[in-house]
């Protein structure tokens, strides 16, 4: 049931990954603890990640000044329009790790899916 918690929470978080409004957050996850550059590094860290890297090439992040961190890893590009990709993220209380299916709508990426 955690798990589910954390994997929903997540995809809801990722979906709105360029907006700025990540007040609906109140679960114990990793993005639930960081603070405002931890956001911005992991947000720049996903959009470059599915932008530029290869399916495997890992791209990993970290807040020197929190010790918050991240790891992105596309994993498969369909139809260079989605790409599905695993995502992990820590923070000093918190670890989660998820796999998400992104799709380009209208220039930006969406998260429209959560796998197992």
Not at 19 to 37: C, E, G, R, V, Y
Request: some cysteine.
């Amino acid at each position: 049931m955690q798990r589910t918690l954390v994997i929903v929470t997540t995809f809801f978080l990722i979906s709105t990954v360029f907006a700025s409004n990540f007040n609906f957050l109140h679960q114990a996850t990793p993005i639930s603890d960081f603070n405002k550059q931890d956001l911005e590094m992991f947000k720049q860290a996903l959009r470059t990640a599915l932008n530029e890297k290869k399916d495997g090439e890992k791209l990993a992040w970290k807040n020197e000044k929190t010790g918050s961190s991240g790891l992105i890893n596309p994993l498969l590009t369909l139809e260079d329009k989605c790409r599905n990709a695993r995502i992990i993220n820590k923070s000093k209380n918190n670890i989660a790790e998820s796999r998400f299916k992104f799709c380009k709508t209208e220039g930006k990426l969406l998260a429209v899916e959560i796998l197992e």
